[in-house]
T-cell receptor, first 112, second 114 residues
């Protein structure tokens, strides 16, 4: 089955700096790669996703890149703000949208 | 539009008991998935239901079961509880199986097994 590895497990950045989280996956059949943000006491919330026919996608300060050949995908957050502090999860799936394989998560701390 | 609603939010059980958790998806959503979240194992897929049919199942023992009703509401049941079943159980809904792919998560039911 699919295996998703996520690094780093914790990331501390100064407000205004950029944050990068990287994930690798094992199943070449995976074609959907979402990123979720989970704040304390809440469920994960989708922040951006990318499909295998796209190499990069941006939404304001957030961008995701995908390298299907290397089976890597990354989340980039620019101009970080304290409200970006949360746990971020990458995930991968094939045609079954509801069956996501999640990475272990990255605790991001943005210090003012 | 109301989000995904999970009940109860918190519960405490003892080993050997059974528990039923409930999930009401966003109105109009027909797919419901369940995930277990623990510090050690992270987020793990339990099962997915669409139109009252289980479409996928994760690698959990048969003590974990679920169902979906005609109104898309879903329940999951864990029988003969073990200490290791202590976790946050998350439900997620999506409009259909071939839609945008986005899963909308509830806030979870936190189960503690003593």
């Amino acid at each position: 089955g699919e295996n998703v590895e996520q690094h780093p497990s914790t990331l501390s950045v100064q407000e205004g700096d950029s944050a990068v989280i990287k994930c690798t996956y094992s199943d070449s059949a995976s074609n959907y790669f979402p990123w979720y943000k989970q704040e304390l006491g809440k469920g994960p919330q989708l922040i951006i996703d990318i499909r295998s026919n796209v190499g990069e996608k941006k939404d304001q300060r957030i961008a995701v890149t995908l390298n299907k050949t290397a089976k890597h995908f990354s989340l980039h957050i620019t101009e970080t703000q304290p409200e970006d502090s949360a746990v971020y999860f990458c995930a991968a799936s094939g045609e079954d949208w509801g069956k996501l394989q999640f990475g272990a998560g990255t605790q991001v701390v943005v210090t003012p | 539009k109301a989000g995904v609603t999970q009940t109860p939010r918190y519960l405490i059980k003892t080993r050997g008991q059974q528990v039923t958790l409930s999930c009401s998806p966003i109105s109009g959503h027909r797919s419901v998935s369940w995930y277990q979240q623990t510090p050690g194992q992270g987020l793990q897929f339990l099962f997915e239901y669409f139109s009252e049919t289980q479409r996928n199942k994760g690698n959990f023992p048969g003590r974990f079961s679920g169902r979906q009703f005609s109104n898309s509401r879903s329940e999951m049941n864990v029988s003969t509880l073990e200490l290791g079943d202590s976790a946050l159980y998350l439900c997620a809904s999506s409009p259909d199986r071939w839609g945008t792919g986005e899963l909308f998560f509830g806030e979870g039911s936190r189960l503690t097994v003593l």
